[in-house]
């Protein structure tokens, strides 16, 4: 049964930084494509980043490049989004997924089968 648990959003200040991460278990981790994805009340969920595990290629949304980073620990299943310069508007539920059989990143929900429970941020002015 494939699990990923995400783990690290809390509440700072706007300009502050938080580390997400996220744990995967029953799933093939290697070689395969991850992605970050946030959710706040009466939006759309939103892609941030994607990353292939086999060999390092990131994807991210225009509105966070400049800002995030994905990144993985292949020793430990994980996946982190290392959030800096947070802003108000970076405040939603963010969630971890991952992708089944497929061989290109995307940032498209549609495109992710298996999928955390969320954490969530939240960012103060």
């Known amino acids: 049964q494939v699990q990923l648990v995400e783990s690290g959003g809390g509440s700072v200040q706007a300009g502050g930084s938080l580390r997400l991460s996220c744990v995967a278990s029953g799933y093939t981790y290697n070689s395969n494509y991850m992605g970050w994805f946030r959710q706040a009340p009466g939006k759309e969920r939103e892609g941030l980043a994607a990353?292939?595990?086999?060999?390092?290629?990131?994807y991210y949304a225009d509105s966070v490049k400049a800002r995030f980073t994905i990144s993985q620990d292949n020793a430990k299943n994980t996946v982190y989004l290392q959030m800096n310069s947070l802003k108000p508007e970076d405040t939603a539920m963010y969630y971890c997924a991952a992708r089944r059989g497929h061989s290109y990143l995307s940032l498209s929900p549609e495109a992710y089968y298996y999928w955390g429970q969320g954490t969530q941020v939240t960012v103060s002015s």
């Open positions: 990353i292939y595990t086999g060999g390092g290629s990131t």
